[in-house]
Each structure stands twice: as structure tokens, then as C-alpha cells.
């Protein structure tokens, strides 16, 4: 019975998630001719949609959310990254701060809806035949941080985790991100199971996961703060939170 769901969440999932992107797509481009601001609400209702659609193949989200995080203010954000669907929670929990990303330059060309607002939105491309893009990248999120009062979203273990684990921290970019904006409040956040919907490379995606998101209090700024130890703060709450998760669902 449980394959049957997955089977059939997993189409519906897809015909709503295709159709999503599509009709954005083209409320997007029309925005953009207004400027980035309404572009930037687009992408937010975009996303939140997106979540809404992933209940139709039985993923549930549960969310802890520090209630210090503010509407409407600059974050620099930490976190660890398992799939691709951990982007729509950070726009949907994050509506109002504006996430930007740091992306591969490939996914700037053919998705709907994401590929424009990622060439158009204020989001830092990587190709990756050059080297020095990931630092140029940095510099250009630091940028818009400053400039136009969005949020960066960066993920410290330079990849996936597609099996679920949290791997070890690579400090120096989000180091340089830190330094390059350093009024922006640090928020450590933690993802878990997200890899589970692409555990079967969505053939099908398993009935009822249960992604669990958690958003720590803000750490603030001050001048002369040790941005490495920013970053191994953010790990061990990151880490601390993941055991958490960990054990409650060995428990349930």
C-alpha cells in the first residue's frame, strides 16, 4: 500500500511541481521588468507554493524557528545542505529576509522560473571549470548583502550530503563572507531528511518524510569578533541540533 502512495504522490508531486515552476516563470519575467523587489516577493510566494506541493507526496515539514529572527532583515545564514528541496524551506521560512544562493552556472539555463531568477535575482553563479568563480561568487553575495539588504544562504560542507550525514565544516568561504559583511547577524540553521526525498532518485519519492527544519537565535555582530569561531559556533549548534534529531526519531 505504502508503494502505491509513493508511486502516486510522486506523480502528482511532479505534475504540481512542473506546472509551479511554468506559471512562475512567467509572473517572474514580468516582474523583473518593475525591478528586483517584486521579483524577490515572487520568488518567495513561488517557493512557499513549492511546499505546498511536496504535501502532495506525503512530505511533512516541522519547523523550529527562533522567534529573534526578524522579518524584513539582512542574515547572513549557516547551514548544512542535503538536496535540492532544502531551497523552497529557506524561501518559505525566509519570505520577507530575500534568500541568495550561491549556484552551479549550469541551473542558470533551462529550469523554469529558477534559471531566470537566478541570472536576474542577485545570486552568485559558479562555473566550474574556473577556480576562482567560488571566490568571486562570495564577494558578489557579500555585495548584495550590503547593498540591497537581502540575506546569503551558505552551506559550510561545500556539498550535498546525499546520504544524510553532516560533513566536516570548510570554514574559509563563509569566513570571507563574514568579513566582506560584517554587520549581518549570523543565523545557524539544520536540515534534516531532505535527502530522503531523492534517496531513489525520486522513482519513487518514499510516502511520508518527514523533513525537520530548525533555525537558531541570531548571532549578533561586533567589531573584533573572531569570524572562525563564528563559524565553528554554527557548527556545533548545527551538529548538536542533527544528534537531537537524530535521537528523537530513534526514539519515535
Known sequence: MRTILSWVGTVLFAVAFGLTLVVFDVIMRITFLFGRTPSDWVMGALQSVLIADMRLAGIRVEVERSPNIKPRTSYIIVSNHQSMFDIPVFGWQFFTNFPKYISKLELAK??????????RGGHALIDRKDRESAVKAIHKLAREVVAYGCSAVIYPEGTRARGGELGPFKPVGTVTLLKEAPDAPVVPVCIDNSWRIMQHGMKPIPWGVRL?????????????????????????????????????????
Not at 533551462?110 to 541570472?119: A, F, G, H
Not at 563559524?231 to 537531537?244: F, L, N, Y
Open 110 to 119: 533551462w529550469i523554469p522560473s529558477i534559471s531566470v531568477q537566478l541570472r
Open 212 to 252: 525537520r527544519f530548525w533555525a537558531g537565535d541570531p548571532i549578533e555582530r561586533k567589531p573584533g569578533d573572531d569570524p572562525y569561531a563564528i563559524v565553528a559556533e554554527c557548527e556545533r549548534q548545527i551538529r548538536d541540533t542533527m544528534a537531537r534529531f537524530r535521537s528523537e526519531a530513534a526514539a519515535a
